[in-house]
């Protein structure tokens, strides 16, 4: 059996006005998506294989055709060569594939829930279970929990829609997270509530169930204080024993509203102390937090804060904020001892004005500070500057080196029409060593529209466009390719 050669198609089509997709209708949102910022095709015609890496024989297989009319995301798990992916397809429904990177079978099954609107903070997330349970959630923006389940191990037919996990603090949710907890069991977190005033839940998988780690929420407004929601970082495990996490404050009235840098770590999830190693009360509150740099509102702070670790298992928080200059500048705290030490990571002369609702477009992200041989690395994009590898001095974290990341091949080709499409990619989570590495690859539109409905001639396109692309599976060790023979 020869690979499955699919041919890269990822464009924005033209249908007859009787077959138009609908419900394009309703608003957006930014979420962490990820951007290329790639060369993309209107026409099949221009089409090529996909091939990334030069050593490997890379092939690829078109899974569905996934709706794309803003900028969220789709994910995709490993359970050894199964693939499961979640996203919603062409007619906005919530879809879950398993596909066979052995012999190249893609089944689907639709969940019986829709996309309705533009709001991509309703991102789809999922993942497996010790026991061999695949769990699914997601299409949320303090609206009812959408959460789907197997009732039975390894069988993808008895995934089904369920809705339900503890049955309280459900009928808000916003931000499902997925995590492996240290005794290798499926745990959940969520926010109960809205932006500006929300609750924080941790709930675990055991026995069959779902149960909640805490009797009370995690992060909570203070109780006589005013109201207020935590935008917090993953709950990091570390060869320390303990979970960290970094996160912000926000009041009611939209981004500009983000105040304090704060951090926290447990050996439990239930019992958390500051970084002097004080206990902190639950829940913790803006009254009771273990602050790290104290920002004011309207101070540039963005919720996109980072947590990384330096060489020697350090936590270091980048964050933005204003300088004295009132431009927007990148910083990093990181604890030596029980000590915070601030320093400032760049010399922008530019400032990011976010005072008004609706999407945020990216205009500088970053990816936390990583340890790789011997020195301090941090991916850095900025709307003037593009994407840049920054090296840090591990003894000052002062920035010494500058760098140009390689550029990653594209299978795009250069002589095609400019597309309103973006390339995006989300790297598969192999589940143990053994799983299928690889990641999906989709073209989407972006998050630029300010929460307003598109049309097809608001991104200059024919009548009667559908907002859909081809999503595909990209295998990226040699070996493992989709589709590859049995021998």
């Known amino acids: 059996m020869k690979h ?4 890269n198609a990822l ?3 033209a249908i007859d006005k009787n077959t138009r997709r609908r419900d394009i209708a309703s608003r957006m949102a930014l979420i962490g998506a990820c951007f290329l910022f790639l060369s993309s ?3 099949p015609a221009n089409a090529s294989p996909i091939t990334t890496e030069k050593s490997s024989n890379i092939d690829s297989i078109a899974v569905d055709e996934v709706w794309v009319g803003t900028g969220i995301q789709y994910q995709g798990i490993s359970v050894g060569p199964i693939v499961y992916l979640a996203y919603f397809n062409a007619s906005r429904e919530l879809t879950v594939s398993r596909i066979d990177t052995k012999t190249g079978q893609v089944r689907k099954k639709t969940l019986g829930n829709t996309f309705n609107g533009w709001d991509a903070h309703n991102y789809i997330t999922l993942n497996y279970d010790k026991n061999g349970f695949l769990h699914v959630s997601g299409n949320m923006h303090s609206s009812p929990l959408v959460y789907a389940r197997t009732m039975l191990p390894n069988d993808f037919d008895s995934l089904v829609l369920t809705n339900k996990m503890v049955g309280a603090d459900e009928t808000a949710v916003t931000y499902p997270l997925f995590m492996t907890l240290s005794d290798g069991s499926l745990g959940f977190s969520f926010r109960s509530g809205s932006s500006g005033n929300g609750d924080e ?4 998988f055991e026995n069959g169930r779902w149960v909640r780690i805490l009797s009370k929420p995690l992060f909570a407004p203070d109780p006589s204080g005013e109201t207020v929601n935590a935008y917090h970082t993953s709950y990091i495990p570390r060869p320390d024993g303990y979970y960290h996490v970094a996160w912000v404050w926000r009041k009611k009235g939209g981004a500009n509203f983000n105040f304090n840098v704060n951090y926290a770590r447990s050996k ?6 500051d970084s002097h190693g004080n206990q902190i009360k639950l829940p913790i509150t803006p009254s009771r937090s273990g602050l790290v740099d104290a920002i004011p509102v309207k101070s540039g702070l963005l919720n996109n804060i980072k947590l990384g670790f330096d060489l020697k298992g350090a ?4 964050y933005l904020k204003y300088d004295k200059d009132g431009n927007t500048q990148l910083y990093h705290a990181r604890l030596e001892g ?5 320093v400032q990571a760049t010399d922008w002369k530019y400032r990011w004005v976010f005072d008004y609702g609706g999407t945020l477009v990216n205009k500088i992200t ?3 500070v990583r340890a790789e041989q011997g020195k301090l690395y941090e991916d850095v994009y900025h709307i003037e500057n593009s994407t840049r590898k920054f090296v840090y001095d591990p003894a000052t974290m002062e920035k010494i080196d500058d760098q140009s990341p390689p550029k990653k091949v594209s299978s795009a080709t250069e002589d095609v029409p400019a597309s309103p499409l973006k390339p995006m990619r989300y790297e598969i989570h192999p589940v143990n060593k053994d799983s299928f590495k690889g990641y999906i690859k989709w073209n989407s539109l972006g998050v630029d529209n300010r929460d307003k409905p598109r049309t097809c001639e608001s991104i200059h396109l024919k009548e009667g466009c559908s907002m859909t692309s081809t999503l595909y599976l990209v295998g990226t060790s040699k070996g493992k390719s989709p589709g590859a023979a049995q021998r």
Request: proline share 3%; charged share 20%; glycine share 4%.
């Open 315 to 318: 936590p270091i928080i980048s």
């Open 41 to 43: 095709s209107f026409s």
């Open 11 to 13: 464009s924005v089509k």
């Open 201 to 204: 839940f941790i709930n675990k």
């Open 268 to 273: 439990d999830l239930k019992h958390w102390e």
């Open 366 to 368: 970053f990816s936390g």
């Open 338 to 342: 029980d000590t915070w030490r601030i």
């Open 4 to 7: 499955l050669n699919i041919n």
